[in-house]
């Protein structure tokens, strides 16, 4: 086709150009089409744009990566404590720590008895001699321990409630048996700590959520100064384009298609960084996790995580363009 | 085409710039608007594209009176306009082509669309050869006529004209004039603005006279 018109007497060519004009104003597949160019092309010029002032750019991009890895990260530790700590939780026991003086075998009738009781699943002596061993391999006291020339543990029954025994109340009243014994030195529910732990975290969680919103107005604030700068720069184009008959909308799109990108780089950026720095946590968290005798390795950001990101990174860079711009051109029309 | 009642503009700090001016451009009519600076030519060819608005009277652009057009559609008046100006007030950061394809953009046509009349614009300027390059390797006659390419390529039915040759020498300023005649002929609707009488003087046009905001001349 292209070649055939180029074989056209002029005359002709200009005919064949106004039939081609009329339908390319009103088809609408065509229409589409122009759009979608119009749009693929700043997406490009705009990415273009920003690689032309290199250093710049990923000074922008670096400041909203950080700002968005704070409270990624903590968000992500908060995450990884509570997971690994509710791996602990259903170790869910109570340890009845007999009187110092008792003897293991005292213990081990205590361990029989108990064990017919009937909220009690399981109990297990261990021994004073057991436990030294355990905290000796596990805690790494081990030469500390060995300094000492006789065994200050007493002997521990291990108890295991019932599944059934889940309401608080019904927990505290064995506890109250349990502390009853003429046996009991003292009794230690272990996944007290872990609410202590559950409700602090719940409110650094709390704290994640300020900290996002504070560095997310950042990020904005970040975008906007970047595109004003760039709006400056460009004042010349955009008031020949308002006298082409450009629409404010037209005008806004480059610089909308540049929020986006600096959104999008400095949430992947925040991506990469948060990856790498738990990577960088990766081994000493699993040596931490054998030391608990927990299954339970580090988590990284999830899918859902990762497009939330990316996601609020892209849409805060688009709305940061977007205030600075519908501003910008207020001012203009003022003028 | 175009029709002023009556028009005045008043400026808070430099008093009426134009009092009463009436005139009518007829289709496929190209005149000359001439005064001393200061005289109000400039204010009047504001006044078309909606750089402006009049403080009194009434502008008329085919058909249509346009003082109070809501602000959304001033966008596409002007692009029914051709602006060109004394500066010629390109973007220097783009080449030729992408300078007279801006008209095309705005007015969203396709790629292929953009780029064949781009080149049939550029090709009138007789700048086919140089639309790879950037306006500041352009002389000033060249610059004026991407100037020009960008002012015709979207085919407005009316071509504003502001002092465009005041930057040129009179060799260039009278080639620029033959070109706008050549539209002329082949039926474009011009009016420009310009204090070179001499000039004005070799074309056979209508010539329009401001005096202190007032039409004196051509009504």
Redesign the interface.
């Known amino acids: 086709m292209p070649i055939a018109r180029h074989k056209q007497t002029p005359r002709k060519r200009r005919d064949t150009?106004a039939v081609?004009?009329k339908r390319?104003r009103n088809g609408p597949a065509?229409?589409l089409?122009?759009?979608a160019?119009?749009h693929v092309?700043t997406l490009k010029s705009s990415f273009a744009r920003l690689r032309r002032t290199p250093v710049a750019s990923s000074m922008t991009v670096l400041v909203i990566a950080i700002a968005l890895t704070i409270p990624a990260s903590f968000h992500l530790f908060i995450k990884n404590v509570r997971q690994a700590s509710s791996t602990l939780e259903a170790t869910n026991q109570v340890s009845l720590f007999l009187k110092p003086e008792l003897s293991n075998e005292t213990g081990g009738k205590l361990a029989e008895t108990l064990k017919k009781h009937p909220q009690v699943a399981a109990a297990e002596l261990i021994t004073k001699e057991a436990g030294l061993q355990e905290l000796k391999s596990y805690s790494g006291f081990g030469d500390a321990l060995r300094a000492l020339d006789f065994n200050p543990l007493p002997a521990v029954v291990s108890i295991k409630p019932k599944d059934s025994l889940t309401r608080p109340e019904e927990v505290e009243k064995l506890l109250a048996e349990l502390k009853a014994l003429p046996e009991t030195d003292f009794v230690q529910l272990d996944t007290e700590w872990m609410h202590k732990l559950n409700s602090l975290l719940t409110i650094a969680q709390r704290s994640v959520i300020v900290f996002s919103v504070l560095l997310s107005l950042g990020v904005l604030f970040i975008v906007g100064n970047t595109i004003r700068l760039e709006l400056q720069n460009r004042h010349?184009?955009i008031?020949?384009?308002?006298?082409?008959?450009?629409?404010d909308r037209?005008i806004r799109r480059p610089f909308l298609y540049a929020g986006f990108w600096y959104g999008f780089l400095g949430g992947t950026l925040a991506w990469l960084i948060v990856s790498a720095f738990l990577l960088f946590l990766r081994g000493p968290s699993r040596r931490l996790a054998e030391l608990y005798g927990s299954p339970y390795t580090l988590s990284f950001l999830g899918l859902t995580e990762t497009e939330l990101l990316i996601g609020a990174s892209v849409s805060l860079g688009i709305i940061g363009a977007w205030i600075v711009v519908s501003y910008h051109l207020r001012e203009l029309?003022a003028t | 085409m175009l029709q002023f009642i009556n028009v005045s503009k008043r400026y808070s700090d430099s008093g009426e710039v134009l009092s009463n001016v009436s005139f009518r451009l007829e289709q496929g009519e190209m005149a000359f608007l001439t005064g001393h600076s200061g005289a109000g030519k400039s204010t009047m060819l504001k006044l078309i594209p909606l750089i402006e608005r009049p403080t009194r009277g009434q502008v008329v652009f085919d058909g249509r009176p346009i003082n109070h057009l809501p602000k959304r559609q001033v966008p596409h008046l002007r692009r029914k306009l051709g602006l060109i100006f004394q500066d010629y007030r390109l973007l220097h950061d783009r080449t030729v082509f992408d300078n007279v394809a801006l008209p095309l953009q705005i007015a969203g046509y396709g790629q292929q669309e953009t780029a064949r009349r781009v080149r049939a614009a550029l090709d009138k300027v007789g700048l086919l050869r140089k639309e790879k390059r950037y306006p500041l390797a352009l002389s000033g006659g060249e610059q004026q006529r991407v100037g020009i390419a960008r002012a015709i390529v979207h085919k407005p039915s009316l071509i504003l004209a502001d002092e465009p040759t005041g930057n040129l020498d009179p060799d260039l300023s009278a080639e620029i004039m033959a070109l706008f005649r050549e539209f002329n002929q082949v039926g474009v609707t011009l009016l420009i603005a310009s204090h070179n009488l001499d000039l004005i003087s070799r074309f056979a046009c209508r010539t329009l006279k401001l005096h202190q905001g007032q039409l004196v001349e051509g009504d």
């Open positions: 150009t081609r004009v390319t065509n229409w089409r122009a759009y160019d119009l092309e010349e184009e008031a020949v384009a308002k006298l082409m008959g450009a629409t037209f029309d």
